[in-house]
């Protein structure tokens, strides 16, 4: 299913207009400990949980022959998925290792984050961002699955970059699918504080890991559509301003605009909304 983004520019005559109006929260919520059941059929091995629950290929998972938390005993082995679907994933245990002893049944619980889950990240080298470098090795050693998977790469090919100005962190957007837009930069700047600027970097890749879910299930891909139109009255008026996916526009505040879901699938289908803001790294829900 295709993202949607809506680029509505306010009219500035428009009374309280303001570009600054800037909300930012660097806090982003960790997932519980939870246990997902896993099944053994000859050959492979199959987890009642997948891309819906935030799994991802790649994540890695202890096995359990009880669900008790803190564990009683040791794991009976790790699992590492291999496909995910909308409500399972396929797994396999890590190689040169031996099968798993499953009797029948057992429980899951995430030890690493899949690949996908990625925040691909520029830091400039600087003696003031030491401490931040220090920080990012040291988490992305470790296995918590409260964690989001952090990849520190070249400029060219991150999604954000950290540099110094006037000895403040500017947190710069390099994903050109934002960018296009003329959003270049997060609207603030913070001291170079390790924890304050590490805040900031979990709360980016908690964003993108949920802007970049999809659902890969054939069954959905391309058979929900979203209209946006105009309205007169409570009628819609063509055209259709969701073109490929964008929608731009001027916001008229006298004018009415409505979206209809079109589900053209035999599946019933029952939508949760997100508004997802590039500017703030907000998640609100509609």
């Not at 709360?203 to 891909?221: G, M």
Request: charged share 20%; with cysteine.
């Amino acid at each position: 299913m295709r993202s949607l983004i809506c680029h509505f520019r306010q009219n500035p005559q428009c009374e309280g207009y303001n570009q600054n109006r800037i909300i930012f929260d660097s806090k982003a919520p960790s997932p519980g400990r939870v246990f997902y059941t896993v099944h053994r059929d000859s050959v492979k091995y199959t987890m009642d949980a997948g891309s819906v629950h935030g799994i991802t290929d790649g994540a890695e998972f202890a096995v359990y022959e009880y669900r008790d938390w803190p564990p009683k005993m040791p794991p009976l082995g790790t699992l590492v998925v291999l496909k995910t679907s909308a409500f399972s994933a396929s797994m396999d245990v890590i190689p040169s290792t031996p099968r798993l002893p499953l009797a029948d049944s057992a429980f899951a619980l995430q030890t690493k984050v899949g690949v996908e889950e990625d925040l691909r990240l520029h830091v400039v080298m600087d003696e003031k961002l030491v401490g931040v470098f220090a920080s990012l090795a040291q988490e992305m050693q470790g296995t918590s699955p409260k964690q989001r998977r952090i990849l520190l790469s070249e400029n060219d090919s991150a999604e954000l970059d950290i540099a110094l100005e006037d000895g403040l962190v500017v947190f710069n957007i390099l994903d050109p699918f934002v960018t296009k837009f003329g959003l270049t930069s997060l609207p603030f700047r913070i001291s170079p504080i390790v924890d304050d600027v590490c805040a900031v970097i979990r709360a980016a890749a908690h964003y993108r890991w949920h802007l970049r879910r999809t659902n890969k299930n054939p069954i959905f891909q391309n058979k929900v559509r979203v209209e946006f139109n105009q309205l007169i009255g409570m009628r819609p008026i063509e055209p259709n301003l969701n073109i490929d996916g964008i929608i731009d526009l001027v916001v008229d505040e006298e004018a009415m605009y409505g979206i209809r879901i079109i589900n053209d699938t035999t599946k019933p289908l029952y939508p949760s909304l997100f508004y997802f803001d590039n500017s703030d790294l907000s998640i609100s829900g509609c």
